[in-house]
């Protein structure tokens, strides 16, 4: 079974920088949109940065100008690049693919376990 797994979280003070990963546990067929969402405590979840195959991409207006999601295909990774960050932007970070396992699987979206921001001083 193919896992998407995060890493990078952990707490930094306001203002700092942190850099998420995120790659499929084995090898795999294709990958297509990967993208990052958030979920703080008592809110829902939602989108922080979506990238296309074709490095197009979108961000979450409070996101913009601060963060930065870029991919590496060949390691069918994606990153997010998280500078000038603020207490609001504390939340459980979650990795999002739309992958085919085999040549004959099909495309499914696939969701890591998330990591854990925090910004606090």
């Known amino acids: 079974q193919v896992q998407l797994v995060e890493s990078g979280g952990g707490l930094v003070q306001p203002g700092g920088s942190l850099k998420l990963s995120c790659a499929p546990s084995?090898?795999?067929?294709?990958?297509?949109?990967m993208g990052w969402y958030r979920q703080a405590p008592g809110k829902q979840r939602e989108l922080v940065a979506r990238?296309?195959?074709?490095?197009?991409?979108n961000y979450a207006d409070s996101v913009k100008g601060r963060f930065t999601i870029s991919r590496d295909n060949a390691k069918n990774t994606v990153y997010l690049q998280m500078n000038r960050l603020k207490p609001e932007d504390t939340a459980g970070y979650y990795c999002?693919?739309?992958?085919?396992?085999?040549?004959?699987?099909?495309?499914?979206?696939?969701w890591g376990q998330g990591t854990q921001v925090t910004v606090s001083s």
């Open positions: 999002n693919a739309d992958l085919a396992r085999t040549f004959n699987s099909g495309w499914s979206s696939y």
């Open positions: 084995r090898s795999i067929f294709s990958i297509a949109a």
């Open positions: 990238i296309t195959t074709g490095c197009s991409t």
